[in-house]
């Protein structure tokens, strides 16, 4: 990041510096600071693809999925042909809460690139929210077929398969995941899951207490450790739910959507059904339609019963 500031300081005018370092803070996750950059590179060329398309990344990365959506659109407007942009405009559109046109942004960038395995992805989740699971198989294995080494794909079949209540299948594809991407944090959550539901808890406990422990990367301070501090009871609920509050209003909503879900999941393992299908409604009031969490809770509602 020096670089492009120097070169900024050398040329005021370089509207490639103010992207370039714009691209670098996003990336450290400072969209704020990366959209103020990105702002000046277009100000300075205000036909500037590159940096339409990156200021939809930063502004997605912030959650402000309306202005993803027109940087996208506006990239779009200057390549029709720009495949990364559909598919960004449509993971916007998803997380707005409108997958019918995501999707159409997902055929888009299927049709200009027949291989782009993150758009039959992204599809294949779109289909799945709405309940198409067929659908979305059918996209995951064309996924899988593409690149058998995409862990997202193995992934994302997995989850439909824990949603069916097909839980060897799901097993296997989740370590499949794990395999391919040995921190893909969540994947390793739901083998703990499986396992338990399968009856082998000892395992479950185990490889998730040994996963953890090798995560150098995790802090005990991070959402995820203490996600699976409260599934191995290394953590009170009060003090989970405490953990998942923010001053960042986006983020308190979606730890609380996963805290409900992960607190309904322990009382539900633990025979309390009451309070399971209480967290589980909770979840979904978050109405973070777009998240694993909320479509596991819908599931284990529709197994207990509740529509």
Known sequence: ??????????????????????????????????????????????????????????????GDYSAAIADFTKAIGLDQKLVRAYLGRGMAKSRNGDDDSAMADYDKAIEIEPKFTNAYISRGRAKARKGDFDAAIADFNKAIVLNPKDAHAYYNRALIDQI?????????????????????????????????????????????????????????????????????????????????????PRKDREQHCEAWYYAGLKHLLKGDKGAAVDYFNKCLATQLTNFDETQLAEAELKALGQN
């Open 1 to 62: 990041m020096a670089d492009y500031t120097q070169a900024i300081q050398l040329d005021p005018a370089d509207g490639w510096a103010y992207l370039g370092r714009g691209v670098v803070k996003s990336a450290k996750r400072d969209y704020d600071e990366a959209v103020v950059d990105i702002d000046q590179a277009i100000h300075l060329r205000p036909r500037f693809l590159e940096a339409y398309f990156y200021r939809g990344v930063a502004n997605f990365g912030k």
């Open 164 to 248: 069916k209540g097909e839980q060897a299948k799901a097993l296997a594809d989740f370590i499949r995941c794990t395999e391919i991407d040995e921190k893909h944090d969540y994947a390793h959550i739901r083998i703990w899951l499986l396992r338990i539901r399968l009856g082998q808890s000892d395992q479950a406990n185990q490889e998730l207490s040994t996963y953890v422990a090798r995560r150098w990367e995790l802090s005990p301070n991070d959402w995820v450790s203490k996600v699976i501090g409260h599934l191995l009871d290394k953590n009170t609920e009060a003090d989970f739910f405490a953990a998942s509050s923010s001053s960042d």
